[in-house]
Structure formats: structure tokens, C-alpha cells
């Protein structure tokens, strides 16, 4: 059987707001098809599937029990991982939105899970599919900047209280597992060790200091990399009005800052480039702020790896990371 010839059945469990732009991302690539959906509560599910006009499970089981290929995770972060392994297990491939678990150690079931069931894992990550980060990370890996001596990562976001009030586990230890950095922050962390490199030691220290929540709203720390390299990282969640992420890599031939996930200033051995860029992602004030186009790209990257065309951009492996980093920040805070 030629299976690249055969559209790749999804399902999407959790009917949230980011279930909207994995839905819309699948209906947009040619070889996809959303079939089903799933949610604790089937009242979100039967409106989510309605309007998609697909099958609205009457639970999860009952989804995994169908013929779908991969199932996208949408839930809440703590279930990220019980849930991907449940797939997993059920013979499903697995799109699993960020963090892909709450902490270094329910990742590795996740990775476990996967390598038993010989079945892939993706962790969302998609601004490593921006056209700009994929240019940056070559510049830095053929040393374009020479030498990488500091690289700063910068986000600055605010979120209001109604934004945690309006969903009980929004904020909470239990369900977050965190806040500036695992929740809002993780795809900066991310992009900063995909393009800096791999990071060999971390330090911090995380507060509440303007939210009613249970997780930090402010967090700072150092870090350095295997390469030698420094940087430093802060976060926060009531910087007002909210600035957009900035991610700055310098080194003894130049450097690049970029704004979000594109490029804004760029220096080569002492020359600056003319920048043109289209693709800027922000949600420094507004979480729902996301447009498919990078989730797509990331989607088509796994079934490409389904197929056998392509390799997995980033796989369980790749979204244990910047799990990892954020858990030594939190340790570390514990420790000052």
C-alpha cells in the first residue's frame, strides 16, 4: 500500500481555544483530514464538531478506539502527558501541544511510550518552522557571528486578571505547573536553546509578585551553554502593556535580534542587513493571537515522517528540553 497516497486521520482531544488552530491548520494541508473530536465535556465537543463538521466522541477512549491515525492533545497541561501516552498506547501518533509534560520526569514516560509503541511524537513547538528561525539558527551553526558570547531572551507579557479568572485551573500549580516561564514562556525557552544551543547549566529565581495565582508571574535567570556561551532570561506575566518576545545573540563578528519569531536587526561582520519579513506570531498581551500557518507547516512535518519522506523536526526528545530548563530554573529558585 502506498501510504503517502492516503489522507492521515486525525482526532483532536480538547475543544479549547488552540483546538481551533490545529483544526483549521489539518484543513488546510491536502493529505489531512480532521474525523472526530473529543472533550471532557461533550456539550464543548458536539458544538466544536458541529462546526467542523466532523464526529463529536463520547470520550476519549472511544476516539482512540476508532480509526483516526494521530491525535492532536489540546487538553490542560497536566494532562498533556497522560494523555499522549494513552494514544500512544492505543497505536496513535501524537501532536502534543506545550509543555508536553509538568516535568523531566513524566516526559520521559512520554518518550518511553513512544519508543515502545513505535509510534511518533511532536511537541508543539512551531516557531522553529518560521522562515526567519530556520535562517538564524543556520547563520549561527556556520558562524555567521563568529564566536556566540551572550544571548538574552526577553518576555515581557502581560496577562489580566480576568484572563486567570476566566477558567478555574488557569494560574494553579496543578494544572500549569508553572506560569511566565512554563506556561506563557516555554516556546521562547525553546527557540532560545534551538538557536543558541544546548544549554548546560541554569539558575534562577521565580515570584508572584502582581497576580492572586499560585505559579510565578516574574522569573529571571542565567544561563550557560554548552558552547560557552552566557545569557539570561527573564519573564513575566505583568509587564504592562506587554511587549513582544525579543531573543538577542551576539557574537564577536555580529549579531541578530529578533522580535518574536522574525527577524529585526541583523549584523555580519560589522555590516547590517536590510530586513524583510512577513511572518511576526505575538501574543505579548493576547494569548489567542495564533494564526495556523506554523502549526501546518509543523503538522506537515510529521506526516511527511509517517510517510517516510522527512525526519521529526522535533520530537519527544527535542520538547523534553525546555521542560528540562524550566525545571532547574524552579529548583534552583527553591535553592536561593
Known amino acids: 500500500m502506498n501510504t503517502t497516497n492516503r489522507k ?9 481555544m488552540i483546538a481551533n488552530v490545529h483544526a483549521e491548520a489539518i484543513s488546510r494541508i491536502p493529505n489531512a483530514e ?17 462546526k467542523r463538521a466532523v464526529k463529536a466522541f463520547n470520550d476519549y477512549q472511544a476516539m482512540l478506539s476508532s480509526d483516526i491515525d494521530v491525535v ?41 511510550a513512544s519508543k515502545k509503541a513505535k509510534k511518533l511524537v511532536t511537541v508543539i513547538s512551531q516557531l522553529r518552522f518560521s522562515s526567519d528561525i530556520v535562517k538564524v539558527k543556520n547563520l549561527i551553526e556556520n558562524g555567521a557571528f563568529g564566536k556566540i558570547t ?3 531572551l526577553d518576555m515581557l507579557y502581560y496577562r489580566s486578571p480576568k484572563y486567570y479568572s476566566s477558567c478555574s485551573w488557569k494560574g494553579t500549580l496543578k494544572f500549569d505547573g508553572g506560569g511566565a516561564l512554563m506556561n506563557q514562556g516555554i516556546h521562547g525557552v525553546d527557540l532560545l536553546e534551538y538557536v543558541a544551543g544546548d544549554v548546560k547549566r541554569v539558575t534562577g529565581k521565580i515570584a508572584t509578585l502582581s497576580h492572586n495565582i499560585e505559579v510565578e508571574d516574574t522569573a529571571v535567570a542565567t544561563v550557560e551553554f554548552n558552547s560557552g556561551a552566557l545569557g539570561v532570561i527573564t519573564a513575566s506575566t505583568c509587564v504592562v502593556p506587554g511587549f513582544e518576545r525579543k531573543i538577542s545573540i551576539f557574537g564577536d563578528k555580529g549579531y541578530v535580534i529578533l522580535s518574536e519569531n522574525v527577524v529585526e536587526k541583523i549584523m555580519i561582520d ?9 511572518e511576526k506570531v505575538s501574543a505579548a498581551s493576547d494569548s489567542t493571537n495564533i494564526d495556523s500557518e506554523l502549526h501546518k507547516r509543523q503538522i ?28 532547574e530554573i524552579y529548583k534552583s529558585s527553591k535553592n536561593v
Not at 560589522?270 to 512577513?278: D, F, Q, R, S
Open 34 to 50: 480532521l474525523v472526530g473530536v473529543a472533550d471532557n465535556n461533550f456539550s464543548f465537543a458536539e458544538s466544536f464538531a458541529e
Open 270 to 278: 560589522g555590516v547590517e542587513k536590510k530586513i524583510e519579513n512577513l
Open 300 to 327: 506537515e512535518n510529521l506526516i511527511g515522517a509517517i510517510n517516510g519522506e522527512n525526519e521529526l523536526v522535533v520530537d519527544a526528545c527535542e520538547g523534553k528540553k525546555a521542560v528540562k530548563i524550566i525545571e
Open 72 to 112: 492532536c492533545i489540546c487538553t490542560p497541561s497536566c494532562f498533556h502527558a497522560p494523555n499522549a501516552i494513552d494514544a500512544l498506547k492505543a497505536g496513535k501518533h501524537v501532536v502534543l501541544e506545550k509543555p508536553m509534560a509538568l516535568s523531566t520526569k513524566d516526559a520521559d514516560l512520554v518518550i518511553k
Open 150 to 152: 551572550l544571548c538574552k
Open 8 to 16: 492521515i486521520k486525525f482526532g483532536i482531544l480538547g475543544c479549547g
